[in-house]
């Protein structure tokens, strides 16, 4: 990258954890949804998982 | 000769939305990795070097770019939901703009990271307080502050309406963006494509399309996802739910 691969690869780097990151949260939530719908009596009814 | 004709309007429904969503995100995916691989590669190998002095550090343009106008679409599209889940009482409508507000928060910051690593080796500086960096770090923060102010009301349906009413008044940043390179004097480069026309190579425009395709397609697959995710939260009462998951 002619001495710019810091740049390139950091910039590319950054995308990848961060899209990356936001599917694996998602997966944890369904994970957890999947949980409490077998497990009922783990119910939060906390209406502020809803942002992630 | 009878004509099979769709009714959109049942979808409006968040039970006939979940299980056409829980359809359309499979191939959503798989055309986002096609697309991203694609883009990627013309990008890195068939695209020829910037002409002028960024050298090698212009392939930032291929995610900066998109990331930039995801950005702005995403919150112009989040406020639009907003807004008819405020005005029609449409539940759905108002579980989109949710759903769309983190991944919009992340495509922004992810235009401010990709810029500033661009402008340290282009401008010799990470960042400047000039009217493109400024409106955008506002952009982050609206959307911030629409994450936030939804999470801090229990109930779901007031927050949806003070939500939108955020998105709405925010919506005027998104022009000021846009326009902010033309309206004020700016270290940042002028718009790549205009109507006159574009300042790159074709195989580079190519390229940067293609990931910008590729940023709309993982865009509409982890909304699909997360406002599945939500329809299931907030209508886990209802008998429709418990017949979808069996």
């Known amino acids: ?52 | 000769m009878s004509q099979k004709t769709i009714n959109w309007y049942k979808y409006a429904a968040p039970a006939n939305f979940y299980v056409l969503a829980g359809k359309m995100i499979p191939w959503f995916t798989a055309i986002t990795i096609i697309l991203f691989a694609v883009g990627l590669y013309m990008g890195f190998f068939l695209a020829p070097r910037w002409g002028g002095d960024q050298k090698e550090s212009y392939h930032i343009i291929f995610i900066h770019v998109p990331a930039a106008w995801m950005g702005m679409f995403l919150y112009v599209l989040m406020a639009i939901y907003a807004g008819i889940g405020w005005a029609f009482n449409a539940r759905l409508a108002s579980m989109m703009a949710t759903a769309i507000s983190t991944t919009g928060a992340i495509f922004t910051f992810i235009s401010l990271v990709t810029g500033s690593l661009w402008g340290r080796p282009a401008w010799g500086v990470w960042w400047v307080w000039d009217a493109r960096m400024t409106s955008t770090l506002i952009l982050l923060f609206l959307y911030i502050g629409f994450i936030s102010l939804q999470s801090s009301i229990d109930d779901p349906r007031r927050a949806d309406r003070a939500g939108a009413v955020l998105a709405l008044v925010g919506l005027i940043n998104v022009p000021i963006i846009y326009f902010s390179v033309k309206w004020w004097n700016s270290l940042h480069q002028g718009a790549t494509i205009t109507a006159k026309g574009y300042q790159m190579v074709p195989s580079q425009l190519a390229a940067m399309l293609i990931l910008l395709a590729a940023c709309w397609m993982y865009s509409i697959a982890v909304v699909l996802a997360r406002v599945r995710y939500i329809i299931r939260e907030r209508e886990r009462e209802a008998p429709w739910l418990a017949e979808a998951a069996a």
Do not use: F
């Open chain 1, 1 to 52: 990258m002619g001495g710019y691969g810091l740049y390139v690869w950091g910039s590319y780097g950054v995308t990848l954890i961060l899209l990356g990151g936001e599917v694996i949260m998602l997966l944890k939530r369904k994970r957890d949804l999947s949980r409490r719908a077998t497990s009922p009596q783990l119910e939060t009814r906390n209406p502020k998982l809803e942002t992630l």
